[in-house]
């Protein structure tokens, strides 16, 4: 069924009664060409291009829980493109590009909203590394712009400008980032999906690998064995748990990242709002809610909450450039769980396992990546080679010193 | 989180710096033949268990001791907390 105005007030018409499900419960097969494990944002993304794009068949997706129910629920649904490496800044891009079309393409509102997001600056070293920045966006084909004051408080004029320690010099913007829905991501990539014949497999654990002589014949699950030709694993957050079961230790802690939402307001946030010196980004859900959060508590966590040092710093952050944020109350707050990588980059690449590809290590940059990760992944699990925008994410770039650290943090996870 | 200090007591975890898996304190061995590849594994590698996990904890805004917290990364409860100095030495180093 395919989505339009059209059918919208054709149905309002016939009382909703034409609306289907729109993606099938099927029984998984003995053996399918493709087993994408982990039904989030990546993984759906991944059976999507791989059908679609690729036009690869026997596909399915197997999820644990219910698709979305991991970190693509659970993220503050920002988009961008701003990074400053080389391995990064093409891939973003590629992916923010994906994105500006991505509703088109499936057929779905995800509310793509691309209300800008700023970066603050504070100090003249900040201000070099900002412009520098900027210039590496505009260099790969994004859009960057440098903010001064004057215009910061004309477009944000609740920020606080004249904090004694932070006080506002200007900002980095990109126009072009901003917020998506993220559930419909999830859900229009499923559907997207599945009307293509992908079997997605709900409450469906894997449980381990069937590896043979260096090969991966298929995967042990809840649900029995399940063969495949080839086995993609997209799980970010608990990449090391699964990756476990085949006996691999990867260049991956997870860590646990809160986050906040307010009660709904009427529209004060136009955009989102960075204050990386301060801990904390905020921006305003097409609800109402102040979507707000910053740093990882900083220790190993598969715990999906934190604790209170954080929330302390994150309000405290808040209070410093946003001072109306004390009227606002907190509605919700959640963790998530970020497979935090040993340089803050993602790994897309084959193991040495043949037949068993991972994605994962997208720290707490994961959701601005899916369209792209996605595309990437399928690529490689076609071609059996790296995507060109994807060709520095692989797991021997640690062993060869080729690390893509954009905070230049060196083997500590919890400072990325 | 609460840390059960061996020397003072329970402290407020916000006192504290983490470091990391307490198997950094087995620095490989640089003469060693593998020394290339076992570097590579001790900097980068990690077994990330979901469940108990033996890390290391600096106390930062105390006594500047390194501290080996055995600790559930599933509940954040910690059932071990001792001097990182005694867990070296127990396992044959700085005699």
Known sequence: ???????????????????????????????????????????????????????????????????????????????????????????????????????????????????????????????????????????????????????????????????????????????????????????????GADSRGVDIIQNCEVTGFRIENGKCLGVETSLGFIGATKVGCAVAGSSGRLMSKANMRLPIESHVLQAFVSEGLKPIMPGVVTFGAGHFYCSQSDKGGLVFGGDIDGYNSYAQRGNLPVVEDVC?????????????????????????????????????????????????????????????????????????????????????????????????PNLH | MIINHPLLGPRDSAEFIYLGDANLIDRPNWQAPTAAKDFYEYAYLRDNPAGWHDELWFHEAGDRSWLVVTRNTLTHEISNVALARDVARLRGRSK
């Open chain 1, 1 to 191: 069924m395919r989505y339009s105005g059209f059918r919208v007030i054709k149905e309002a018409l016939m009382g909703h009664s034409g609306w289907k499900p729109i993606w099938r419960t099927p029984d998984p097969q003995a053996h399918y060409d493709y087993i994408i494990i982990g039904g989030g944002g990546h993984g759906l993304a991944t059976a999507y291009y791989l059908a679609k794009e690729f036009k690869q068949k026997r596909i399915a997706v197997l999820e644990k829980g219910w698709i979305g129910g991991g970190n693509v629920g659970r993220n503050t649904t920002i988009i961008r493109s701003n990074y400053l490496l080389d391995g990064n800044e093409p891939f973003y891009e590629f992916s923010l590009k994906l994105w500006e079309g991505l509703e088109q393409d499936f057929n779905y509102n995800a509310m793509v909203s691309q209300r800008g997001i700023l970066n603050l600056i504070h100090t003249d070293a900040q201000r070099d590394a900002f412009i520098r920045r900027g210039n590496a966006m505009i260099l790969n084909g994004s859009d960057a712009e440098m903010l001064t004051t004057a215009q910061i408080k004309k477009r944000y004029p609740f920020l606080n400008t004249h904090d004694a320690r932070f006080p506002i010099k200007g900002g980095l913007a990109q126009r072009r980032g901003g917020t998506v829905r993220h559930d419909a991501v999830a859900w229009g990539y499923a559907r």
């Open chain 1, 316 to 412: 405290e952050g808040g209070m410093a450039i946003f001072p109306a944020l004390g009227r606002a109350r907190i509605l919700r707050m959640w963790g998530g769980i970020m497979d935090m990588s040993m340089d803050g980059s993602p790994i897309i690449d084959k193991t040495h396992i043949d037949g068993l590809y991972f994605n994962g290590g997208w720290c707490y940059g994961g959701f601005k990546a899916t369209p792209a990760s996605g595309f990437c992944f399928a690529h490689l699990l076609t071609n059996d080679a790296p995507h060109p925008k994807a060709a520095a994410y692989r797991f021997n770039r640690f062993e060869k010193g080729l690390m893509i650290d954009e905070k230049g943090m060196g083997n500590q």
